[in-house]
């Protein structure tokens, strides 16, 4: 609707703003659920540790072993799920 009742500049600056709006009250809502709960916050926090090893091990250990480090990447997120209850 922006763009067809505005030019091409400011419906694209319209549009950055609806997504700015729209990703901060997703953020909200995440933060909100997460503040209660440290198992699940452990859980994502451990996400991204988990992903840059990963990325690395395909990079420089075993480049175009996806299967290989997929399951690398599934075994270790299991067990943040499993131990973060520890954490809780």
């Known amino acids: 609707m922006a763009r067809q009742e505005l030019d091409a500049f400011a ?21 909100k659920a997460l503040a209660d709960s440290p198992w699940e916050l452990f859980t994502i926090a451990a996400t ?7 990325g690395v091990y395909m990079r420089f250990s075993r480049p175009g072993k996806i299967a290989e ?6 075994v270790l997120m299991m067990a943040a799920i499993i131990f973060g209850g520890n954490v809780a």
């Open 11 to 31: 419906s694209v600056i319209t549009m950055l703003g609806v997504m700015i709006i729209i990703v901060s009250a997703l953020a909200l809502l995440v933060v």
């Open 48 to 54: 991204i540790p988990i992903a840059l090893l990963m």
């Open 69 to 74: 480090v997929s399951l690398i990447g599934f």
